[in-house]
């Protein structure tokens, strides 16, 4: 069987034979990553775009009129694993954390899969801060650069003081060439300035300028439904992050403040949340939890964080793909907001997918953003 990956180098091959590809995986972070590389190559001159599980498919990338220079593909544990032809200059492993289980069926088959990006590839850039993403890139013979959010040794990218700073691409490696300040990356929050570290070093694989770096990172913004604030009243933040529909994404999420009245519950896939409650629970304020799976949530708030209020919601009626019945979100704001006061951040960023009564994570947001303006505004 031919996967749509495969089938769209093959096209490239006649259409655009000098085109290039550059590839990311990870649990979580893939889309802003991608769209981060696109954007310094775009402005470094290079004609690019993000697709794959991004949004535009590889094949349309491909096929387009625009005849890009280059293609930075997300690619999911799903595509990887059926991918056996495809090749990129670099590739990149923002992260690997427990998802998706119950398709994998263990962590260390969906871990493999994750790791064989690298099959392909002949240069790696690899999360230094994530065991797991060591532990793939341990045995691959190519040229591997790590990053993380210290100081970078020869050969890393890195931060040094208020700077990213590439230790990798230089000419001497006992040199640094700064590519950015970090209140470039907005929002400036540790993941996504890891996530910055990482789109750098996929680009510079392909020789693009600090210059060119630092001037998409000033005029990047997230997209929305990753940590975007819906609306800010009376004092009380209200944060829309439906993306984090897993435990590790969750984390990066609350630990982006220091207090959170925290929204959660739905389609666990597999995950445990006790790593999750361990790593998070001095910044949670209060837990409102709804879905097929919250009690795994709640059992761990309750073993390791018993002073945590926990609230459950359930939905006073239904929903239905395109329907208007906004009822379950509208009730989880105004249990929300009963409890919120001037100072604090009401954030959904629910660790699970697919919540009972709810289709896609951007559906899921659009309805806490639309239940805020009806029940807070």
């Not at 004609?47 to 794959?52: E, N, V």
């Not at 997209?223 to 609306?231: C, L, M, N, S, T």
């Not at 660790?351 to 009564?357: H, V």
Request: hydrophobic share 45%; proline share 3%.
């Amino acid at each position: 069987m031919v996967n749509e990956i495969d089938l769209a180098w093959s096209f490239r091959a006649e259409l655009v034979p000098g085109q290039k590809w550059i590839a990311l995986t990870g649990t979580n972070g893939k889309t802003t990553t991608v769209e981060m590389a696109a954007a310094m190559l775009r402005a470094g001159g290079v004609s690019a775009i993000a697709c794959g599980n991004v949004g535009t498919t590889v094949i349309e990338s491909v096929e387009s009129p625009e005849k890009y220079e280059v293609l930075v593909l997300e690619l999911s544990s799903f595509q990887l694993h059926w991918l056996r032809e495809a090749s990129f200059v670099a590739a990149a492993i923002l992260n690997i954390a427990e998802d998706h289980l119950d398709w994998h069926g263990t962590f260390t088959e969906y871990a493999r899969v994750k790791g064989s990006i690298l099959d392909r590839a002949s240069t790696g850039v690899f999360n230094s801060s994530d065991l797991e993403v060591v532990n793939q890139a341990a045995h691959w013979q190519g040229r591997k650069v790590f990053f993380s959010l210290e100081t970078p040794a020869p050969g890393e990218i890195g931060i040094v003081e208020e700077l990213l700073v590439d230790r990798a691409f230089v000419s001497d490696p006992q040199e640094a060439a700064m590519l950015a300040e970090i209140v470039d990356v907005k929002p400036t929050v540790p993941h996504n300035v890891a996530n910055a570290l990482a789109a750098a070093g996929l680009v510079r694989a392909l020789g693009v300028s600090p210059e060119a770096v630092r001037s998409a990172l000033q005029n990047f913004s997230l997209g929305r439904h990753r940590i975007e604030e819906v609306a800010n009243i009376n004092g009380i933040s209200w944060v829309n992050d439906s993306k984090a529909t897993n435990p590790h994404a969750t984390v990066a999420s609350l630990n982006s403040a220091l207090s959170s009245i925290w929204i959660a519950g739905g389609l666990a896939k597999g995950a445990e949340m006790q790593e999750l409650i361990a790593k998070c629970k001095s910044r949670i304020k209060v837990a409102i939890l709804i879905g097929a799976d919250r009690e795994l949530i709640a059992d761990e708030l309750r073993s390791q964080a018993p002073e945590i209020e926990i609230v459950y919601v359930d939905a006073p009626g239904t929903y239905q793909r395109g329907g208007r019945d906004n009822s379950l979100m509208e009730a989880v704001v105004k249990a929300a907001a009963e409890r919120a006061k001037t100072g604090d951040r009401v954030l959904l960023a629910p660790a699970c997918a697919s919540m009972d009564q709810f289709i896609s994570y951007s559906d899921r947001g659009d309805r806490f953003a639309a239940a805020v303006k009806k029940v807070v505004q």
